[in-house]
């Protein structure tokens, strides 16, 4: 899947893309282009599907994970938390924060 057929955030406010606007990321739609393809290469660490991942970045999971990248790239620094497990302790953890991104939206 391409960026143009990516899902895009439906938390313009908060989660990910709306902690990049409120850190002032200078590009906050190509830093969420930038994780939607980390979070979902098929060939990457974590090979998400793109409406999980875009779960994941809308939640407060999200929030966390922009406050943590603010001044990084990207790639080394989300490869450097997920082996450092600070932000992804446990598959438990994920799929609560995928639960509680998916009833926020209603679904």
């Not at 850190?23 to 599907?49: C, K, S, V, Y």
């Not at 938390?81 to 953890?93: D, H, I, P, V, Y």
């Amino acid at each position: 899947m391409n960026q143009t057929t990516m899902p895009r955030t439906r938390n313009r406010d908060w989660g990910f893309y709306g902690t990049c606007v409120k850190n002032g990321h200078q590009d906050p739609e190509a830093a969420w282009d930038e994780m939607m393809g980390i979070l979902t290469d098929q060939q990457g660490r974590f090979r998400f599907e793109p409406e999980v991942a875009r779960d994941l970045l809308d939640a407060a999971w999200g929030r966390h994970l922009a406050d943590e990248l603010v001044g990084s790239e990207f790639g080394p620094a989300v490869e450097e938390l997920a082996n450092g497990r600070r932000w992804m302790k446990s598959t438990l953890e994920i799929t609560r924060a995928i639960g509680l991104a998916r009833m926020d939206s209603g679904q």
